[in-house]
């Protein structure tokens, strides 16, 4: 099973600021997952890693960015925050190729 | 894109009952997970199976890999008060290890 750890678990936020969701897991995975989720709604995928160095966008079109300097470390930034991206947002990781492991989540709210 | 058909899309049922609920789709799929999800927290994993055809338990849980390879389902025997909660399924596609979710089925159990 893996620690997955999520900071802020809740943000609320005025339009045009800056943010960044931080996302870290302790148990050495190279394959990391951002999925964006609207209450009681399914899973979509934004961004994801496979490994330091390596990100690609996902399924779903987003404004935010992410980076991967260390293993450990997978953040989502929003250059300038819009009331849209009020969603809750929450990072994975792979153990071997299939179980996706989940963080518990940052509740974003954009005013 | 992809997608997954969940149904039903609500449940709510008496403590003691059982519950079914499944996930179709025109796509073949190498994995098959399911996930459940309290308010305000991340998805956690159930079951994943591999193999078509393969059944497997965890505790009151029952999930199988359709034959076909296009569904699944899941079972929970006896419910009880702390089985509700929003239950995925999530599908990988061959030759990608990118996880496709379902819509989502609520549970609601009323003692």
């Known amino acids: 099973e893996a620690d997955i750890y999520q900071t802020p678990r809740y943000l609320v936020i005025g339009t045009g600021k800056k943010i960044t969701l931080e996302c870290s897991q302790t148990?050495?995975?190279?394959?990391m997952y951002w999925y964006q989720q609207d209450p009681g709604m399914e899973l979509h995928l934004i961004h994801y890693?496979?490994?330091?160095?390596?990100?690609e966008k996902g399924d779903l079109s987003s404004e935010s960015t992410v980076s991967r300097i260390r293993t450990e470390h997978f953040p989502l930034t929003l250059e300038s925050a819009r009331p849209s991206h009020t969603s809750q947002y929450l990072c994975?990781?792979?153990?071997?190729?299939?179980?996706?492991?989940f963080g518990p989540g940052t509740r974003l709210t954009v005013l | 894109g992809q997608q997954l058909n969940q149904s039903p899309q609500s449940m709510f049922i008496q403590e003691g009952e059982d519950v079914s609920m499944n996930c179709t789709s025109s796509?073949?799929?190498?994995?098959w997970l399911w996930y459940k999800q309290d308010p305000g927290e991340g998805p956690v994993l159930l079951i994943a199976?591999?193999?078509?055809?393969e059944l497997t338990s965890n505790g009151r849980l029952t999930a199988q890999f359709g034959i076909t390879r296009k569904d699944s389902f899941l079972n929970i025997s006896a419910s009880i008060p702390s089985d509700v909660g929003i239950y995925f399924c999530?599908?990988?596609?061959?030759?990608?290890?990118?996880?496709?979710f379902g819509t989502g089925t609520r549970l609601q159990v009323f003692p």
């Open positions: 994975a990781s792979n153990v071997g190729d299939n179980e996706q492991f």
């Open positions: 148990m050495g995975h190279d394959k």
């Open positions: 890693s496979y490994g330091v160095n390596s990100t």
């Open positions: 796509s073949i799929f190498n994995t």
């Open positions: 199976l591999y193999k078509a055809g």
């Open positions: 999530a599908g990988q596609l061959k030759d990608t290890d990118k996880l496709i």
